[in-house]
């Protein structure tokens, strides 16, 4: 069976009954039909003196056309703690269409470790994502409006660096004009258009820890400059009241279930690469004052959405997470080592020595924030024993363990050892949570840290651009602000085919721009795109309803 006729072969409970579990009452589930709901945000809020409970990261090694199955380890990690007793919830973030109709297809895990139901999960959901291009644009939409009527807040146009976004990958739209069309339309003008996942409103979401801070952070956004280059706000523009309003329900995070019937809180959606890479605050939180154990994940491999949740969202929140699993397979190895992916089968010990230096650095970049590692093999019927051996030694030497895991075919059976290892490596390890570099560090001095010990780099190399705009953001008074780093996932470089681990290579940061309402600064470097593109067979092609009205060609 593939994955969807998996899912539809499942026995779903009512989702006020899997909220029942969790100790939600049924006045608090704001139901979206029989399988999924919000969680009412008022009723979240009087669970603020509950104690948190124990928080684990999931995240990868570099991703590779292999595949990792960090999202289906996350799944299956939940579902096997409560199955050995744990009152366990789930936090993930919510699919983009982008990649859904692009390249990667469906992203709600996969196998026997999947959130449920799936299809809706990857399509609409709960119109959040509807909600947040709509409250971004609203605000383009007002930007140009006030400029019409006469500037009043003396607006430069040249100035304006609030962009478009849609939930879609779309090429054309990365660079546009618009106001064409004559005086009734306004004055032309160059703008564009990022996916929405790379929206700033999205990062604001994610990051508030309610209402009101979702609010004042809106009207923080900076979204433009005058001819003396002071900042223009959201607020200025009295924007931030009507934005708050379109995201009013989308701020409620979002319940389901997996397929074995694990509470899953499944909210938000930043990519790692070109955003933060996290799923809500207030989801996370709300499940760690609801279950006794909570498993969440962070987008692409552990140099992006590891360190972005370690020093961006741990940071604001006030998390401190007591474990990190780090996701492998020997495929995904293999092909660090060089080897092509159709000749992944193959017993290649050579290139599987190679790549483990990959994963071998990620376990130390972990480490290095003082939070316990053990390593996930999500297993693969090609792979063979001495492979195995041989991923666990690499691991050894970087002082953590490793599990072997068949989530995707056993669903929690194939993860229960891994859950019991995660389980006795927080009751033996304790957690020393710390991020990586202060804030009072310089800007400067905090893209470094990040480049020299998690990308391996030998420095930093900053653009002409990126230079003025880092001291724009310091006469702002912002330069205490964290750093997000847009990069490909595929390398720890910024060049995508430079697999493995490599050392000898620079960080070009060609721009930098102020996320003054997410509160970090976002770093653009090599050819990073916040408008990604279709291939030349999107997974569109293949998505289609059957005769009996079923979706197919979603995973």
Not at 13 to 41: C, T
Not at 376 to 391: G, K, M, V
């Amino acid at each position: 069976m593939n994955d969807i006729a998996i899912a539809r072969a499942a026995s779903l409970k009512p989702i006020s009954q899997v909220g029942e579990e969790l100790g939600i009452p049924e006045d608090a589930i704001e139901p979206f039909g029989r399988y999924k709901a919000k969680i009412s945000n008022t009723y979240l809020e009087g669970l603020a003196d509950r104690p948190q409970s124990k928080l684990i990261l999931v995240t990868a090694i570099s991703p590779t056309a292999a595949g990792e199955g960090k999202t289906t380890t996350t799944v299956g990690l939940g579902d096997a703690l409560s199955r050995i007793g744990k009152k366990t919830a789930i936090c993930l973030r919510e699919p983009s269409l982008g990649p859904c109709f692009g390249l990667k297809g469906g992203a709600a895990g996969g196998g026997h470790a999947q959130v449920v139901p799936m299809e809706d999960i990857n399509l609409h959901f709960t119109g959040d994502f509807h909600a947040i291009t709509s409250a971004h644009n609203l605000l383009s939409a007002m930007i140009d409006n006030h400029i019409y009527w006469g500037n009043a807040l003396e607006i430069d146009q040249r100035r304006i660096v609030w962009r478009r976004v849609e939930d879609m990958n779309d090429r054309a739209l990365r660079e546009i004009t618009t106001g064409l069309g004559g005086i009734k339309n306004g004055h032309p003008a160059t703008s564009g258009f990022d996916i929405t996942v790379a929206s700033e409103v999205m990062a604001i979401l994610c990051l508030a820890e309610n209402l009101s801070d979702l609010e004042e952070r809106l009207g923080d956004i900076v979204v433009a400059h005058r001819r003396d280059k002071s900042p223009v706000t959201a607020r200025d523009l009295n924007a931030h009241g009507a934005m708050t309003v379109l995201l009013k329900e989308a701020l409620q995070p979002n319940l389901v279930q997996t397929l074995e019937n694990t509470p899953a809180l499944i909210h938000g959606g930043p990519f790692a690469n070109i955003a933060h890479g996290c799923n809500s605050v207030i989801a996370t939180k709300a499940a760690m004052k609801l279950a006794d154990f909570v498993v969440t994940e962070a987008g692409f491999g552990a140099d992006l959405g590891a360190e972005k949740f370690f020093n961006i969202k741990c940071r604001s929140a006030g998390l401190e997470p007591q474990a990190t699993v780090v996701v492998a397979t020997v495929r995904a190895l293999k092909m660090h080592g060089g080897v092509a992916k159709d000749h992944l089968d193959a017993l290649n010990q050579d290139a599987l020595r190679a790549g483990c230096e990959n994963l071998k650095r990620h376990i130390r970049n972990m480490q290095q924030f003082g939070v316990p590692v053990v390593v996930a093999i999500n297993q693969f019927t090609s792979d063979q024993p001495q492979e195995f051996d041989l991923i666990r030694e690499a691991a050894r030497n970087c002082g953590a363990d490793t599990v072997l895991c068949s989530h995707w075919a056993e669903g929690s059976k194939g993860t229960e050892k891994l859950a019991e290892a995660v389980v006795a490596l927080m009751e033996t390890t304790p957690a020393q949570f710390e991020p990586l570099y202060t804030v009072e560090s310089s800007i400067e001095d905090k893209l470094n840290a990040v480049a020299t010990r998690i990308y391996g780099a030998e420095g930093i190399s900053l653009g002409k651009n990126a230079k003025r705009q880092i001291k724009e953001i310091v006469a702002l008074g912002k330069s205490t602000l964290p750093v997000c780093i847009a990069k490909t996932p595929y390398s720890f470089s910024t060049d995508p085919k430079k697999v493995g681990a490599p050392s000898d290579h620079t960080l070009d940061i060609r721009e930098l721009r102020l996320s003054a309402g997410a509160r970090f600064i976002v770093a653009l470097t090599g050819d990073i795109m916040t408008m990604p593109g279709l291939p030349k067979r999107p997974a569109a092609e293949r998505i289609r309803l059957d005769e009996n009205g079923q979706i197919e060609g979603l995973f």
